[in-house]
């Protein structure tokens, strides 16, 4: 007898995994669902089309859940560094669970979807979900209710034509709202949670319905000639030419955000009040700074720099790469790595090794491709 | 001349004691759009099973094995430019490397192509 049998779990399906596979997707494994790398256009393809028109992207392996009741804002606050209490209703806030010596312990999206009692949406990464919600429920103080979401699908619209086309299913859209801002509408007489948000660094939206409608609104939007279905691979090109971090690759539980190069995400009033995990940590490296940064890489010719790629500034390794890749829109690879502070001023010449080869890698700011998203009054 | 196919999805056209040597379309087809190619320069000796090259897709880097053991006589310098040449015609323009083999008798046990066609219907 063996007590060492290891039982695989087989992937879980996603509500739209039929849809997927009569478009002709191919079905890979990730983060715990089966889930679709590429379609028949391949991802090179469907890259340059969310660049050009609107991509589909189905997301619902990420992890929704709410968490709401009377002290809902103050009780995440706790646990997360944004600034919730000034987070008004059907606004949106990148934000970062944190343990209490300052690591990521997952990224995430929170919402004030606020309508009467305090009510905070949450959108973390798939293959953290189960972790986040142990942790949410083991910190969360009576009251507050936490309500894991698993009957809810998430798609992404994303592109410059996502705004024109979501727009023709529900009027007045693409004015109504600005980047980070959400809403609810009706499809038919299925509610829908519209996002303006996304993770390829293009205008967008986020839709989370009930994934028994998943199907009838992926139709929908199908039907629009502005409109392709997209693969994980090109969600992985488009939001690495964004310079956004993926978590497990360039931002884990051994990171603090400054290091990360997210320091953004810890406002300002949270500095000053210290009240949230690794608060003491983090202040200290925002203040004297952090040896080392996320900084992007450029490389020339075709060969990339990918994730655990040594680099070197003469014969001294100053750092390492943790995503990278061939970037499409610009035609050379690109790769985020944590290099030591005394290397990280843009233009700054490194190397990347690569199958033994010194690779030419240039610092620059991420990102890579312009942002464009859309904030309202600058139209 | 004839053709072969290797388990690591490379083919194989042998003309007397030179050979031709690319990746099948299966393989091009799994991997997706190349983006980077690297063949081995002319005067490489390789060894059968051993690292000849190196595709990357997209997603990843994935390295390419000589089928047989010989000597680079010409490498398909297109493949430098234009990587999507083995995406289009992974069996015909988009070729690696042609070599001298070193030993016919390598080519014992590679598989015909009504074989590979029945080892790839078998990997699904």
Excluded: C
């Excluded at chain 1, 992007?296 to 100053?318: C, I, K």
């Excluded at chain 2, 089928?67 to 430098?80: D, H, M, Q, R």
């Amino acid at each position: 007898m063996s007590d060492s049998t290891v039982i695989e779990r087989p992937p879980a399906t996603l509500p739209l995994d039929g849809w997927h596979r009569a478009a002709g997707a191919r079905m890979v494994p990730f983060a715990g669902y089966a889930m679709p790398i590429q379609y028949p256009d391949g991802i090179i393809a469907e890259h340059e089309w969310t660049r050009t028109h609107a991509g589909l992207f189905d997301v619902s392996h990420m992890g929704q859940l709410t968490v709401g009741g009377t002290g809902a804002a103050a009780a995440l606050e706790a646990l997360l560094p944004a600034d919730l209490q000034a987070l008004a209703p059907g606004r949106m806030r990148y934000s970062l669970l944190l343990n209490d010596s300052g690591g990521v312990i997952d990224d995430l999206i929170v919402t004030n979807v606020s309508e009467g009692e305090p009510t905070y949406f949450l959108v973390v990464n798939g293959a953290t979900k189960d972790g986040d919600i142990a942790h949410l429920r083991t910190h969360l103080p009576a009251g507050v209710v936490l309500t894991p979401l698993p009957e809810l699908a998430l798609l992404a619209l994303q592109g410059p034509e996502a705004a024109l086309v979501l727009d023709r299913v529900f009027p007045g859209i693409a004015t109504e709202l600005g980047f980070m801002e959400a809403t609810s509408r009706l499809l038919g007489e299925v509610p829908v949670r519209i996002f303006r948000s996304g993770y390829t660094g293009e205008d967008g939206f986020e839709l989370s319905l009930p994934a028994v409608d998943a199907v009838t609104l992926a139709d929908r939007l199908m039907a629009e000639e502005e409109v392709r279905p997209i693969g994980l691979g090109a969600r992985d090109s488009l939001r690495l030419e964004a310079g956004l971090p993926l978590y497990g690759h360039d931002l884990d539980i051994d990171v603090d955000p400054v290091t990360a190069g997210l320091a953004f995400a810890i406002t300002k009033a949270r500095r000053a009040d210290g009240g949230f995990p690794g608060a003491g940590r983090i202040n200290a490296l925002l203040r004297d700074g952090a040896p080392m940064r996320r900084v992007g890489l450029v490389l020339e010719g075709r060969m990339a720099a990918r994730e655990g790629s040594p680099v070197f500034a003469g014969e001294e390794q100053v750092g390492r790469v943790t995503s990278g890749g061939f970037s499409p829109t610009l035609g050379h690879p690109i790769a985020l790595a944590f290099v030591d502070t005394a290397h990280i001023a843009p233009g700054t010449a490194l190397f990347a090794e690569v199958r033994g080869k010194r690779l030419p890698a240039t610092v620059a700011r991420p990102p890579f491709v312009p942002h464009r998203y859309y904030r309202k009054g600058e139209a | 001349m004839a053709r072969y196919f290797t388990t690591e999805h490379e083919w194989i056209e042998v003309d007397g004691d030179t050979a031709t040597i690319g990746i099948t379309d299966h393989a091009q087809s799994q991997l997706g759009d190349l983006v980077f190619v690297e063949v081995p320069a002319t005067g490489t000796e390789l060894v059968k099973g051993k690292e000849a090259g190196v595709v990357e897709s997209v997603k990843a880097a994935s390295d390419v094995y000589s089928p047989v053991s010989g000597t680079v006589i010409e490498s398909n310098g297109a493949l430098e430019e234009d990587p999507s040449l083995v995406n289009s015609g992974a069996e015909s323009e988009g070729w690696f490397y042609r070599l001298t083999i070193a030993d016919t008798a390598e080519l014992d046990g590679l598989m015909d192509e009504a074989a590979y066609k029945e080892f790839v219907a078998g990997l699904d």
